[in-house]
C-alpha cells in the first residue's frame, strides 16, 4: 500500500504546475523587467531560462523514478540526512511561499490597474 496515495499527483497535474508557474512569473513580470535591463539582446536569457527550467524538471522525473514511494520531503531526508534534509525543505518552502506572493502581488496590481482602475487590492484579495 502507498503511504502517501491521497497525495500523488500525475504527469499532466506536474506539467501544469510547472506551466502555471511559468506564466504567472513569466508572462506577467518578465517582459518589462527584461526590457529594462537587458534591451534588445533579451530573448537569450529566456531560452537558456526555458532551458535550465526544462533540464530540472526531467532531473526531478528521474530522481524520482528511483524513489517511487517517498516525497520530496522524504527525498530530500534520505540523500542529505535528517537535519541538512529539513532545513533544505524549509528553504525551499519559503522560496516558493515567496514567489506565491510575488505572482498574487503583481497579479492584483495588474488586475488594478488594466481592469479596475477604483477598487482597493484589499477588496479583489478577498
Known amino acids: 500500500m ?21 506564466v504567472g512569473i513569466g508572462v506577467l513580470q518578465l517582459p518589462r523587467v527584461l526590457a529594462e ?4 539582446d533579451g530573448w537569450i536569457p ?4 526555458w532551458l535550465l527550467s526544462v533540464i530540472s ?8 523514478k528511483k524513489y517511487p514511494e517517498g516525497t520530496l520531503l522524504d527525498l530530500l531526508t534520505n540523500y542529505f540526512g535528517t537535519w541538512v534534509g ?21 497579479s492584483i496590481l495588474f488586475i488594478q490597474v488594466w481592469i479596475v482602475p477604483g477598487v482597493a487590492g484589499y477588496v479583489l484579495c478577498s
Open 46 to 49: 529566456i531560452i537558456f531560462g
Open 37 to 40: 535591463k537587458a534591451g534588445t
Open 86 to 106: 529539513k532545513a533544505i525543505a524549509l528553504c525551499m518552502s519559503l522560496y516558493f511561499a515567496m514567489k506565491a506572493l510575488s505572482v498574487i502581488q503583481r
Open 2 to 22: 502507498k503511504k502517501y496515495a491521497c497525495n500523488e499527483i500525475t504527469l499532466m497535474q506536474y506539467i501544469f504546475l510547472i506551466h502555471g508557474a511559468q
Open 57 to 64: 524538471s526531467l532531473i526531478i522525473i528521474q530522481v524520482m
